[in-house]
């Protein structure tokens, strides 16, 4: 079985600086896909960054970019330049490439940027 | 094009009786997922389906129920309603079987309050 954990349940970063959230993961298959999901208040969950786990380099969009260590099993977030809109509780989770689509969610870390 | 629909967006059931929960995935998407997410558990996977068939079934008693049809909508229920099914249900759907088809987007999910 595979299991996500996100230690920091709470971050705080100002307006404008860069905040880095942890995550690491436990899975013994080989093939798999990491996510950071994004749900605001409306409690919309949004894709953030996907990573494959068969690609070395570091998925990046925008302002969010990964920190991938597949040895250490570690799949951190960067938010570069964080706005008031990145305040929300932010969710890392795995899919096992086999039969069928599940994800694994670690249990989230809530972000709030201050102004 | 249209996200994940899901519908009721809120309802509120009296304990022991049954719900319905609706979903329509992205076009083109034939996997559809279904997750509970509350305060104590977090993020649980419910069941996935992908064309019609059941695939994977989480750790939920026999009361959770779902089903898929065949232009990919899927209905989940609940029978004999507890207090503690009071919970977000989110809805996903994935394309599955090709480059980005291992991307999972959800639903706004709909809110149960059992009475």
């Known amino acids: 079985a595979q299991t996500v954990t996100q230690s920091q349940p709470e971050m705080s970063v100002q307006e404008a600086e860069t905040v880095t959230l942890s995550c690491t993961y436990d899975?013994?298959?080989?093939?798999?896909?990491l996510f950071w999901y994004k749900q605001p208040p409306s409690r919309q969950m949004i894709l953030v960054i996907r990573q494959e786990a068969y690609k070395q380099q570091n998925a990046t969009e925008n302002r969010f970019s990964v920190n991938f260590q597949k040895a250490a099993k570690s799949f951190s977030l960067k938010i570069s330049d964080s706005q008031l809109g990145d305040a929300a509780m932010y969710f890392c989770a795995c899919l096992i490439i086999q039969g069928a689509q599940k994800l694994v969610f670690g249990q989230g870390t809530r972000l709030t940027i201050n102004p | 094009k249209a996200g994940v629909t899901q519908t009721p967006r809120y309802l509120i059931k009296t304990r022991g009786q049954q719900v319905t929960l609706s979903c329509s995935p992205i076009?083109?998407?034939?996997?559809v997922s279904w997750y509970q997410q509350t305060p104590g558990q977090g993020l649980q996977f419910l069941f996935e389906y992908f064309s019609e068939t059941q695939r994977n079934k989480g750790n939920f008693p026999g009361r959770f129920s779902g089903r898929q049809f065949s232009n990919s909508r899927s209905e989940m229920n609940v029978s004999t309603l507890e207090l503690g099914d009071s919970a977000l249900y989110l809805c996903?759907?994935?394309?599955?079987?090709?480059?980005?088809?291992?991307?999972?987007?959800f639903g706004e999910g709909s809110w149960l309050t059992v009475v």
């Open positions: 076009s083109g998407h034939r996997s």
């Open positions: 899975t013994s298959e080989s093939d798999y896909y």
């Open positions: 996903a759907s994935s394309r599955e079987g090709t480059a980005s088809g291992n991307t999972i987007y």
